[in-house]
């Protein structure tokens, strides 16, 4: 996979548009910082030196796969105690650590990955940073890491070698959501209720109503 490394960039997801728009696919685009740097819902990241912001992208493939085997890869590659909050977010003790923005483009994925590790995050309290956690850490061990992993975990979904069931059962395991009553804010309505279950569809609620289940790119937010 090729690799683009730039010290500035509007967003790496918007740079990887562009590069489509060229014919490009299967490369790799990181940035030391973003000045427009994109988070889900139209929010936006904070991209100071010191963190991981990149995007990959790849044909189609494997798209429903992605929102649920970036998130467990990503936890392997810091080696922390945190957990994913639905759909992708990861948190420590609540403060979100990490975010995943995937972007369907032409008939590529993009695959938008930030990672809080050593950057100012303007005291901003519901983030957190793999410094705070860990004491010293280098971001160029961290994406070698992530690197590593992701190019091995496709390989094997390429080959067969991982079967799609083993991939959710990681991903329940990590998640802070199944369980627990929560709020899903929808383009036209809230729903209340008690997560019972997550896949590669969507996710599904216990609610007064009896049991719904919503895709996950239905789903606007959660509380
Ligand atoms: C979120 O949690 O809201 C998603 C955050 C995604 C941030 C990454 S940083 C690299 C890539 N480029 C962007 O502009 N956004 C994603």
Not at 68 to 89: E, R, S
Request: charged share 35%.
């Amino acid at each position: 996979m090729k690799i683009i490394k730039l010290k500035e960039v509007d967003s790496t997801n918007e740079y990887a548009k562009r590069l489509i728009d060229e014919g490009e696919s299967n490369f790799l685009v990181i940035a030391d910082k973003q000045y427009k740097g994109k988070g889900r819902l139209r929010r936006t990241w904070l991209s100071k030196p010191g963190g991981l912001y990149f995007s990959i992208v790849l044909e189609n493939k494997f798209s429903y796969i992605f929102p649920i085997l970036i998130p467990i890869l990503i936890i392997k590659a810091i080696d922390v105690d945190a957990k994913i909050k639905f759909p992708n977010d990861i948190v420590y003790k609540g403060k979100k650590l990490s975010g995943i923005l995937i972007e369907h483009y032409k008939d590529k994925i993009i695959v938008g990955i930030g990672i809080n590790v050593e950057n100012d995050l303007e005291g901003l309290d519901v983030a957190i940073s793999l410094k705070e956690i860990k004491g010293e850490v280098k971001k160029e061990e961290i994406f070698n890491n992530f690197l590593n992993l992701f190019l091995d975990y496709y390989k094997k979904l390429l080959s067969g070698e991982i079967r799609e069931e083993e991939i959710l059962k990681e991903y329940k395991k990590l998640s802070e959501t199944i369980g627990r009553y929560v709020k899903l804010t929808l383009p036209n309505e809230e729903v209340r209720g008690t997560v019972f279950d997550i896949d590669f569809e969507g996710i599904s609620l216990a609610t007064e109503e009896g049991i719904r289940k919503f895709p996950i790119g239905d789903v606007k937010n959660l509380r």
